[in-house]
């Protein structure tokens, strides 16, 4: 194969991996107007189901401006070999591979953030502040901004030096130590998340002694689930919309429940979605995840390191000398047709585990509860009713309103 067939196959990828996604975007946005079905009908008011409608096409739109204007950037990006003229300017620093490597991938980043940050202005203070979700300040959006940056400056940076250091000794072989670290550094995160990464960006507080810690430890209690981290988010900090989650494993789990989520719901309501979660922990859903994303890891890794060092990668998007750095953005696009396939595999996985911890929080404590709780979570932030089935098969992690409603009521 040539170098620019190479380029031609990587460009096909990008266009038809956009085509694609528009296409499920089209069909779905055809089913927007569909009657409601009947089990749902209670969901929303006239007048919220109208607001639902409109807010569903104009996220529709905006993904259809965003998407095309990222499309017709990167191919402009590849066309002017714009990844030549970035790697010349990391070799003028430094002689080191590692520096240069990251000061490649830092300008790629930074590039793309300040292509990126108009629209996610937009996003946040124009269409979710016209439907009344935004609560984010300028001043919270500008320092989350500064926060994530320094984040991935540290994490991102750090574990990318570790890896090309790895390359650098142990050649193709690299991939088993890059494993190594990232498995390592997955079971951290997970353990170590809600401790380390959620303070810099919320305050969570233990939820107070009342009614609502009461109900939910008799439940516990009666599942035999020791449960003593049970904590309150602020998540109305930024957004209306609410949440509740679960993680890490032993003596690190604790139940996360968004100041929202108590604000919205009634306490048995709160009770089947922590039910729910329990569910995810009691099916062992979490430890299913974690190790299925590590084995993942290591494929992908082990596959990196038999196509990285090839010439043609380079010489495909104009760069004289071969690199790491160069390797990885084409290995990158080649393997987003895989990373498809996987990403679906995984979200079949997850709207079973979605039945499984629906049918755990039915068994366990009671299903009226966890329907109207679903529904007024769908409500309030003003969830699609009518998905195409296309589109929730490729991109849904979790079943539709109907499908879980239908399935708690059998
Ligand atoms: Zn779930």
Not at 105 to 121: A, E, H, K, Q, R
Not at 139 to 163: E, N, Q, R, S, Y
Request: proline letters at 3%; aromatic letters at 14%; hydrophobic letters at 45%.
């Amino acid at each position: 194969m040539t170098a620019t067939t190479l380029f031609y196959i990587l460009i096909t990828i990008l266009i038809v991996n956009f085509i694609i996604a528009k296409v499920l975007d089209f069909l779905n946005s055809k089913h927007f107007d569909d009657a409601i079905p009947a089990a749902l009908k209670d969901v929303y008011e006239k007048e919220d189901y109208e607001k639902s409608q409109a807010y569903k096409k104009t996220n529709a739109r905006f993904s259809n401006t965003t998407g095309l204007f990222s499309l017709m950037l990167t191919l402009v990006f590849f066309y002017v070999d714009g990844f030549k003229y970035v790697d010349q300017l990391a070799r003028n620093y430094s002689e080191n591979t590692i520096v240069i490597t990251l000061i490649f991938f830092g300008i790629i980043f930074i590039g793309s953030d300040i292509v990126n940050t108009p629209f996610s202005i937009y996003k946040t203070f124009v269409i979710e502040e016209k439907f009344g979700f935004n609560k984010t300040t300028k001043k919270t959006f500008i320092i989350d901004k500064i926060k994530g940056l320094v984040m991935t400056v540290v994490i991102g940076g750090g574990l990318l030096a570790v890896i090309v250091w790895f390359y650098e000794f142990a050649g193709n072989n690299f991939w088993m130590y890059a494993w190594g670290i990232v498995a390592l550094f997955s079971v951290g995160m997970n353990m170590f998340y809600s401790k380390l990464i959620v303070p810099l960006f919320n305050k969570q507080k233990p939820l107070e002694e009342g009614e609502l810690k009461s109900a939910i430890q008799d439940y516990a209690k009666t599942v035999g689930f020791e449960l003593n981290n049970i904590f309150v988010i602020d998540g109305s900090k930024r957004s209306t919309k609410a949440n509740a989650y679960f993680s890490g494993f032993g003596k690190q789990k604790r139940i996360t429940l968004y100041d929202t989520l108590i604000h919205d719901l009634e306490t048995d309501e709160i009770v089947a979605v922590l039910a729910h979660e329990v569910g995810h922990y009691k099916r062992k859903h979490i430890v299913f995840n974690l190790t299925s994303s590590i084995l993942l890891t290591g494929f992908t890794l082990w596959l990196l390191s038999l196509f990285v060092s090839l010439p043609i990668f380079s010489e495909a998007l104009g760069v004289a000398i071969p690199s790491f750095h160069i390797g990885l953005i084409a290995f990158g696009i080649l393997y987003s047709p895989i990373s498809e396939v996987t990403g679906l595999c995984m979200n079949m996985m997850s709207r079973k585990f979605e039945y499984q911890a629906d049918n755990y929080a039915k068994e366990t404590f009671s299903a009226p509860p966890l329907i109207s709780s679903l529904k007024k979570l769908s409500k309030n932030s003003l969830s699609n009713l009518t998905p195409h089935s296309a589109y929730v098969f490729m991109h849904y992690s979790h079943p539709t309103l109907l499908q879980r409603v239908e399935n708690l009521k059998n």
